[in-house]
């Protein structure tokens, strides 16, 4: 694993103390989500099947949830094998300043807008 500091963020100390919040953090994130996972499902148990605009609310939370779920796992995974922190489309270096907010990201900053806009960093922001 490899921590690229962001700008004004060079004073910062990488390696394992920041793996370790990080892994902290994805394993509170993991919990957070499986009970919510839970009581939703429990929630959905209990209300009236008539009231289908609440059920697909509840299921769309549902996906979201487990979806979350899924990313932070993965996150995990790639802690496990030694790949976290590094973009899984080009393979540069994620920002710890990146993975601190989102410590389930598996891409970095560029390649995420790209995933999200189709344009390339320097084309995302409007002239």
């Not at 500091?5 to 993991?30: F, H, I, S």
């Not at 949830?65 to 030694?82: N, P, S």
């Amino acid at each position: 694993m490899r921590f690229i500091p962001a700008p004004g963020d060079a004073a910062r100390p990488a390696g394992e103390q920041n793996m370790d919040y990080l892994r902290t953090a994805l394993l509170e994130q993991r919990q957070f989500r499986i009970e919510q996972l839970r009581e939703l499902d429990a929630a959905s148990s209990t209300e009236h099947p008539a009231d289908a605009t609440l059920e697909e609310v509840s299921a769309a939370l549902r996906t979201a949830a487990r979806t979350a779920l899924a990313e932070v796992d993965a996150a995990l995974g790639r802690m496990d094998i030694g790949e976290y922190g590094i973009c899984q489309d080009c393979g540069a270096d994620i920002a710890l300043a990146r993975l601190e907010i989102v410590p389930m990201a598996a891409l970095c900053m560029p390649c995420q807008r790209l995933s999200e806009t189709g344009l390339p960093e320097a084309d995302a922001a409007p002239a």
